[in-house]
């Protein structure tokens, strides 16, 4: 199959033409015209085929979709980019005759969440009502929480104080995914001809509680719990740091946007996963991604 990956050059779009290529896919990478060279020359020497396009005219996305079984999109953004570019790239799948899309979404399952109180999830759902009202096929996939958040310092886990963080209740799971093992089953989904509208995955599923005892073993040092208090108080707080910082709206990583994370990602669970519908993917341990952690450090 031809799959063609939107979005190639970045992280995640990396990861998947990687493990597109390692399932014996043929890859096409579209890129904005005037692309670094040298992110090219890395997708050129994996035998990546290159194609430059103009984002902003249908005609040249069209040609770019030709031929394709399938588009995956690693696309980051704004409204721009998760809800204008996208569509011009489903209007051009569409007028190419692609079977199936797999959009942005890479993202706890908001489907289950209540709209308003979380600008990503908002324009994702903005996306997902107008692909859903078009003939092609899409497919989302349902992360949870990116694992490697727990790469850095930040209130859920805080290696310098060695401190884990919770809402209302210490033991509450959340998903976390690392970013290769998303890549590795978006490739699978990609190359499934009959895939279900959702996919719901995780490396992991830990609580608070857990997170604290795996951080514990893996330093060998003892983390506490600290209470930072409801859900419900996080929600407050998101609202009005968002009121109160307007111009955040505009910016990609606005300082409310952690918050909304937070809340989001301990408010849903995914239940059950469809981790087992494919076969060779390696589900990555926290234990690991800890271990990992302390290597870089």
């Not at 497919?139 to 963080?165: E, H, Y």
């Not at 990609?252 to 408010?267: H, T």
């Not at 087992?276 to 926290?286: L, M, N």
Request: proline share 5%; charged share 25%.
């Amino acid at each position: 199959m031809t799959i063609l990956v939107a979005g190639a050059t970045g992280n995640l779009g990396g990861r998947l033409v990687k493990a597109l290529l390692a399932r014996g896919a043929t890859v096409r990478a579209l890129v904005r015209t005037g692309t670094d060279p040298k992110k090219l020359e890395k997708l050129t020497n994996a035998n990546v085929t290159i194609v430059e396009a103009d984002m902003t005219d249908p005609g040249q996305l069209t040609v770019a979709c030709e031929g394709v079984n399938c588009i995956v999109s690693a696309l980051q953004g704004l409204r721009d980019v998760i809800v204008t570019l996208q569509s011009r790239l489903l209007d051009a799948a569409i007028e190419a005759g692609v079977p199936r899309f797999i959009p942005s979404d890479f993202a706890t399952d908001f489907t289950t969440l209540p709209a308003g109180e979380n600008r990503n999830f908002d324009l994702r759902r903005e996306f997902m009502d107008y692909i859903d009202s078009t003939p092609i096929r899409a497919t989302s996939i349902m992360n949870g929480a990116f694992a490697d958040l727990l790469m850095r310092d930040l209130p859920l886990l805080d290696f310098s104080k060695k401190q884990v963080g919770y809402w209302d209740n210490p033991d509450r799971r959340a998903d976390f995914t690392t970013t290769d093992d998303i890549a590795a089953y978006t490739a699978a989904a990609a190359l499934d001809i009959d895939p279900p509208r959702l996919l719901r995955i995780a490396s992991f599923q830990h609580s608070p509680a857990e997170l604290a005892e795996a951080a514990s073993a893996v330093t060998g040092e003892s983390f506490t719990l600290v209470n930072m208090g409801s859900l419900a108080g996080l929600a407050e707080y998101n609202r009005r740091e968002r009121a109160a910082n307007p111009d955040g709206e505009q910016q990609l990583y606005p300082r409310w946007q952690q918050g909304q994370y937070m809340q989001s990602m301990f408010s849903t669970l995914n239940d059950p996963l469809d981790n087992d519908r494919y076969t060779g993917i390696q589900w990555t341990s926290v234990n690991e991604v800890l271990a990992n952690r302390m290597r870089r450090n």
